[in-house]
């Protein structure tokens, strides 16, 4: 069954400060992998797709990186805009797409 | 609009009432997904519709629950005979492509329903 799991649960950071999420999964024959943001209230927004082990794909101040077994999403000097849960979700080939629970992230000014 | 849109954007429904959520997704999108969302939990599939078919329904919980887009466009999610445990978040999802070579969702801003 395919899983995805992501941490920590919530992150406080102070504008300017720099840090990473985790999306950690298992998955049978991975199709790509997609990071999305979702404001209080609002549906998820898409971010990124990465494909392959390796593979990077930058949007402003956020980095998203993929290795076999997890990805990254790494924000720089992040502003309180960014403030949002960061959902990751899975998917194999010919299967559903499977979202992890997400990470609430708030940037205080 | 250019977005996809859900109504009601709130639900508020007795134990037993029946209750139909809509969705409009963006034109000309091929594939659809509902998802229902818990509080503070990432999206939950439910099920998929490729045009008017119907593809995968394995993520409904029960029978109680039922979905169809008859045209290829606009859908329904239906749920019968509302349980407390209905209570939830229902976004709707549509992309452009089929379900097994599209890179992007594009997500509604959801139905919040409260069984009381």
């Known amino acids: 069954e395919d899983q995805v799991t992501q941490s920590p649960e919530a992150l406080r950071l102070q504008e300017g400060e720099s840090s990473s999420l985790n999306c950690s999964y298992t998955?049978?024959?991975?199709?790509?992998l997609f990071w999305y943001r979702q404001d209080p209230g609002k549906g998820p927004e898409f971010l990124f797709t990465l494909y392959s082990a390796g593979e990077e794909k930058e949007k402003e101040r956020l980095k998203a990186t993929l290795t076999k077994k997890e990805s990254f999403l790494h924000i720089t000097a992040p502003k309180p805009e960014d403030s949002a849960t960061y959902l990751c979700a899975v998917q194999a080939y010919g299967q559903n797409f499977v979202f992890g629970p997400g990470t609430r992230l708030s940037v205080l000014p | 609009g250019a977005g996809v849109s859900q109504s009601p954007r709130y639900k508020v429904a007795k134990r037993g009432q029946d209750v139909a959520l809509r969705c409009d997704p963006i034109?000309?999108?091929?594939?659809l997904f509902w998802y229902q969302q818990a509080l503070g939990q990432g999206p939950e599939f439910l099920t998929y519709?490729?045009?008017?078919?119907?593809?995968?329904k394995s993520g409904l919980p029960s029978d109680r629950f039922f979905a169809e887009r008859p045209e290829g466009s606009v859908s329904t999610l239906k749920i019968q005979r509302t349980q407390q445990e209905d209570s939830a978040v229902y976004l709707c999802?549509?992309?452009?492509?089929?379900?097994?070579?599209?890179?992007?969702?594009?997500f509604g801003e959801g139905s919040r329903l409260t069984v009381l």
């Open positions: 519709f490729q045009n008017e078919a119907q593809l995968d």
């Open positions: 034109s000309g999108h091929v594939s």
């Open positions: 999802a549509s992309s452009l492509g089929r379900r097994e070579n599209t890179g992007e969702l594009f």
């Open positions: 998955v049978s024959g991975l199709r790509g």
